[in-house]
């Protein structure tokens, strides 16, 4: 069992940065890869970045390609998703997400999610 927790959102201008955090409670947080989701209102949620359970390796959507980051610290049971260059189409709700695949972009793929964040990009 993994309970995850978000934190790091907010309000940003566009072009501004923020990191997301993900922090994972379980001693089995080291066998799961780690997802980031995202859902706008009136959208589907989407897939926006996953990483393996060694951090070894990492995919992205393509529209957050070369803007965000995913990256995970087993120590300290926690995941993070650095988020530069901002763009008000990137105002959602972001999840993460715990599953035993490391490279898939279906939510179906993932077992347990936290209880989201709020990033809102202003223009």
């Known amino acids: 069992q993994v309970q995850l927790v978000e934190s790091g959102g907010g309000l940003v201008q566009a072009g501004g940065s923020l990191r997301l955090s993900c922090a994972a409670s379980?001693?089995?947080?080291?066998?799961?890869?780690m997802g980031w989701f995202r859902q706008a209102p009136g959208k589907e949620r989407e897939f926006v970045a996953a990483?393996?359970?060694?951090?070894?390796?990492?995919y992205y959507a393509d529209s957050v390609k070369g803007r965000f980051t995913i990256s995970r610290d087993n120590a300290k049971n926690t995941v993070y998703l650095q988020m530069n260059s901002l763009k008000p189409e990137d105002t959602a709700v972001y999840y993460c997400?715990?599953?035993?695949?490391?490279?898939?972009?279906?939510?179906?793929?993932?077992?347990?999610w936290g209880q989201g964040t709020q990033v809102t990009v202003s223009s």
């Open positions: 997400a715990a599953g035993p695949l490391g490279d898939s972009d279906s939510a179906a793929s993932y077992d347990y």
């Open positions: 379980g001693r089995t947080f080291v066998m799961y890869a």
């Open positions: 990483i393996t359970w060694s951090g070894g390796s990492t």
